[in-house]
């Protein structure tokens, strides 16, 4: 088992930034891939981005690619991502997921799941 717990959401006027953190415990961190997500009321949940285990590697949604870096520390167990130019169409529960393969953009492909965390951007 893998316990994973987002921090970091909040309200932010378009334009700003926030920094997203995933707190992960349990298994070993190093054998997941870390994506994120998220999920705006009545849509359906959404990739924005993976890292691989080493951190070597990350991969994108298009809608956020340039403006969104995911990253992980490994000594701290802890992945995150950083989101700047926020836009409000950026508003959503962001997810943080364990999974075993990489790139993963697909929900299907993660074991694990944070709770969420709330993402509200202002115009």
């Known amino acids: 088992q893998v316990q994973l717990v987002e921090s970091g959401g909040g309200l932010v006027q378009a334009g700003g930034s926030l920094r997203l953190s995933c707190a992960a415990s349990?298994?070993?961190?190093?054998?997941?891939?870390m994506g994120w997500f998220r999920q705006a009321p009545g849509k359906e949940r959404e990739f924005v981005a993976s890292?691989?285990?080493?951190?070597?590697?990350?991969y994108y949604a298009d809608s956020v690619k340039g403006r969104f870096t995911i990253s992980r520390d490994n000594a701290k167990n802890t992945a995150y991502v950083q989101m700047n130019s926020l836009k409000p169409e950026d508003t959503a529960v962001y997810y943080c997921?364990?999974?075993?393969?990489?790139?993963?953009?697909?929900?299907?492909?993660?074991?694990?799941w944070g709770q969420g965390t709330q993402v509200t951007v202002s115009s």
């Open positions: 997921a364990a999974g075993r393969s990489f790139p993963a953009p697909a929900v299907r492909s993660y074991d694990y």
């Open positions: 349990g298994r070993t961190f190093t054998w997941y891939t």
């Open positions: 890292i691989s285990r080493n951190g070597g590697s990350t």
